[in-house]
């Protein structure tokens, strides 16, 4: 669901690392940090489990996989990846893979994630199975379908609620067997970082993303929105944790480590256009990776000094 931030290229890559460029691999840490910051949860609770919290990590990495996926395959139907795009190099798009390699990938990845799902399943109960279902079709749903959430300004809810709201009670819940408050709250941050580099994505893309019918927040309000929706997501991020420092978790100080970057970010998104927001991408997407290792490390911290 998170954009790519893949390096582009002109020659035509062997035929693994197409694979490994269509799977977007700088967007991996949007699925690993909320696992790290669930399992320090669990961890704070008396309640780690390695082999789950290991399964909960590939299966997230395994759904993120493909999304971007079924991304790369659906824009290009759509049309809304064309030789106009200013974004990183598209899979489909650039030739590199056809669309029916593309969706037998596809359904390789997912038929993987309900492998790894079973396990889940079984150690944690039927909600999980809920749960991952409604994760592939969300990952489905993103662009394709009848209804594609990303082509109607939905792909922002989206991404805060499956990569904030799901993602770390879940990873928590498979642990310990509840959902600690603490959960909820850094499950705030988490999401709203990783809207955040969405937000990124829809900014530079919002000429092509027009043109094809794709009606992202920032095609339907505008480019200054889009910077305002940024600034107050990574604000937003910033006042949970400060909330939780002052509150109960003192250690969620150590996030602000991160700020200057943060206001950095900001100004390369008021500021920038084109091809130099790739690196913007690039750089949210660590942003939210050090904010949850910090995050996770504060809380664990809490729980043993």
Request: charged share 10%; glycine share 8%; hydrophobic share 55%.
């Amino acid at each position: 669901m998170t954009p790519s931030t893949a390096t582009t290229t002109i020659d035509i890559p062997p035929t693994w690392r197409r694979w490994l460029l269509a799977a977007r691999p700088k967007t991996l840490p949007a699925a690993i940090a909320p696992v790290l910051v669930g399992t320090a949860i669990a961890i704070h609770e008396d309640g780690f489990h390695g082999l789950a919290a290991l399964m909960a990590l590939i299966t997230a990495l395994l759904l993120q996989i493909a999304a971007n996926f079924a991304n790369d395959l659906f824009d290009f139907e759509k049309g809304a990846d064309t030789e106009q795009r200013v974004g990183p190099t598209r899979a489909v798009q650039a030739g590199w893979l056809t669309p029916s390699a593309m969706r037998r990938g596809l359904a390789v990845v997912l038929a993987l994630a309900l492998v790894v799902g079973v396990y889940l399943v079984g150690h944690a109960g039927p909600l999980l199975l809920a749960v991952g279902l409604g994760s592939i079709a969300a990952a489905i749903a993103y662009t394709g379908g009848p209804y594609p959430l990303g082509y109607h300004g939905l792909g922002d809810v989206c991404v805060f609620l499956f990569f904030g709201l799901v993602a770390v009670p879940c990873t928590a819940f498979v642990q310990t067997g509840f959902v600690p408050a603490l959960a909820w709250w850094l499950a705030v941050p988490l999401g709203s970082l990783a809207t955040a580099i969405l937000v990124v994505n829809n900014v530079r893309d919002r000429e092509t993303d027009a043109r094809a019918g794709k009606r992202t927040v920032v095609v339907r309000f505008g480019r200054r929105f889009g910077v305002v929706e940024y600034a107050a997501l990574l604000a937003l991020a910033y006042a949970v944790a400060l909330y939780l420092a002052a509150t109960r978790q003192p250690w969620l100080l150590l996030t602000f480590v991160t700020l200057p970057r943060a206001f950095a970010l900001v100004r390369t998104v008021q500021e920038s256009e084109g091809a130099v927001l790739n690196a913007c991408l690039a750089k949210t997407a660590q942003l939210l990776f050090v904010f949850s290792l910090l995050a996770s490390v504060g809380v664990v911290l809490e729980r043993v000094v």
